[in-house]
């Protein structure tokens, strides 16, 4: 289905025939694709960087920084790590601010390189095209061949092909289910729990079966209608982009009319003599090394995913006819309608403005936060008692939470008002492993003198015994009498 057209550039207006999607029949049933592989030089590149990617998916969960998963999202806990950096549950300001850049980054990078991303980095574009689409090929062979046999009865030897095909894509999905849930459990726990019953985590044990599940259906059988259908990103580049976006794209202006040469005419273009054609010779390869089945010379659609096949496809073809590459390639609408093209423009400004602003106020919350996060509040019911020796007691409940790396033994002390005890419910020093928080109830004893208007400033400090240098405060208000005859014996 046509996004854009190219209404302005010369040569005819190319349409899409049908508003139809490129993967379903028009009576709305599904359109298997058989896209053939074209090794170019952009699919070179993309191998090298898909291989890079997986190696990179599989070992975030394995490599530790500080301590901890590179990437963990520890959702029981309610912590997520991000390269050595662990946001927790306390920190919503800081992970909103987080994910809101990670979105305008997006946004950036979609209106400047187009959907470069779903054709380089995703990991659906990754893994089918470079994993289980090559397993295929292997199994079933060329994709001509694979076609007839899949239009024609179910033999022995289709039964095998695919029976080893979808095996192997079994026990990869199964692989890559791992793979997943270890971003949220950590590949120690996961590995004791494959040495141990089901039935002891069997709730993990459900998600990984239903993982596998699904990454079997999608890479098996759903494939490239992840992108077309259920994946909304497609439906927004029509908001993130402009005319001025990359974009992979047919020239019409050079192709068009388009035709198939005949021998005389081939003749004719070896000579040197001008005809009245486009140098698209209708050879279709663009069409038939797509992945999502689209003819990129219909003009910017939603199903293209800029995995520049046709680009390959198309520079092999005109190198054979003696024709300049270029005619299907990375460029921007503005540039194929022969309009100046911008690199800098307003909607570039502003994302670039809101991203160096969210870069700073995150990078402010971060080198204020501390390693050791306090929150202080009132025990339920009188808010103070006065003593025989008139000294007033306030009872409070402190949360603790040590954010570093290595258990820290704690300790609470008053700073202000001068003469003020801090008497804890439990142990005098609380030991808080790492990323655990810490409850504990406090009876705060101050002096009658301290009280103005029934009021004094309090400030707590908790210290480590075993890291002297990591202390946190926290100022708080106290209750009190506010005369001397509000106390009682």
């Not at 549950?89 to 992970?95: E, I, K, N, P």
């Not at 692989?175 to 996961?190: I, Q, R």
Request: glycine content about 6%; aromatic content about 10%; hydrophobic content about 45%.
């Amino acid at each position: 289905m046509a996004v854009n057209s190219t209404s302005s550039c010369p040569g005819p207006v190319l349409e899409s025939p049908e508003e139809v999607l490129s993967t379903m029949n028009k009576d709305g049933k599904r359109l298997w694709v058989y896209p053939t592989p074209s090794k170019g030089t952009l699919w070179k590149w993309r191998l090298a960087v898909a291989w890079a990617l997986i190696a990179f998916f599989v070992a975030l969960p394995l490599v530790k920084i500080q301590g901890k998963p590179a990437i963990f999202l520890d959702l029981l806990h309610r912590e997520f790590t991000f390269f050595g950096l662990t946001l927790y549950a306390t920190d919503t300001t800081l992970l909103m601010v987080f994910l809101l850049l990670v979105l305008v980054s997006v946004f950036l990078a979609t209106a400047l390189l187009g959907r470069v991303w779903c054709g380089w980095g995703c990991p659906q574009t990754v893994y089918l095209e470079f994993v289980f689409r090559p397993i295929e090929r292997f199994f079933e062979g060329k994709e001509n061949a694979r076609k007839r046999r899949d239009a024609g009865p179910w033999t022995p030897d289709r039964v095998v092909r695919k029976g080893l095909k979808l095996a192997v894509y079994l026990l990869l999905s199964f692989g890559l289910a791992h793979t997943f849930v270890a971003y949220f459990v950590s590949w120690e726990v996961l590995q004791d729990w494959m040495q141990r019953s089901p039935t002891e985590h069997w709730g993990f044990f459900v998600m990984m079966a239903m993982t596998t599940g699904l990454i079997f259906g999608n890479f098996g059988y759903f494939r490239e209608q992840m992108c077309t259908i259920a994946c909304p990103y497609a439906r927004f580049q029509s908001v993130l982009m402009d005319r001025d976006s990359l974009i992979v794209s047919y020239d019409p202006g050079r192709g068009e009319p388009r035709k198939r040469r005949s021998g005389e005419e081939r003749a004719q273009e070896k000579a040197s003599v001008k005809l009245a054609l486009g140098d698209c010779v209708d050879c279709g390869a663009c069409v038939r090394t797509c992945p999502t089945g689209i003819d990129i010379r219909n003009g910017l659609q939603m199903e293209c995913v800029g995995c520049t096949q046709c680009i390959d496809a198309c520079d092999a073809i005109m190198i054979s006819v003696n024709k300049p590459k270029g005619l299907i390639r990375y460029t921007s609408e503005n540039v194929i309608e022969k309009k100046p093209a911008r690199i800098i423009r307003t909607r570039v400004l502003l994302y670039a403005a809101i991203m160096v602003s969210l870069t700073t106020i995150f990078a402010i919350l971060i080198t204020s936060r501390t390693p050791i996060d306090i929150n202080l509040g009132r025990v339920v019911g009188e808010p103070f008692a006065v003593l025989q020796d008139g000294e007033v007691i306030n009872r409070l409940r402190f949360r603790v939470q040590n954010r570093t790396n290595e258990e820290l033994h704690l300790s609470v002390v008053a700073l202000e008002p001068a003469g003020t005890e801090v008497k804890l419910s439990g142990p005098a020093i609380m030991h808080i492993a790492a990323g655990a928080t810490h409850r504990v109830e406090a009876f705060v004893v101050v002096p009658p003198t301290a009280f103005t208007n029934g009021s004094s400033a309090a400030l707590f400090e908790i210290m480590a015994a075993n890291k002297p240098a990591l202390s946190s405060t926290v100022a708080f208000t106290l209750l009190g009498p506010s005369t001397p005859k509000e106390s009682k014996p």
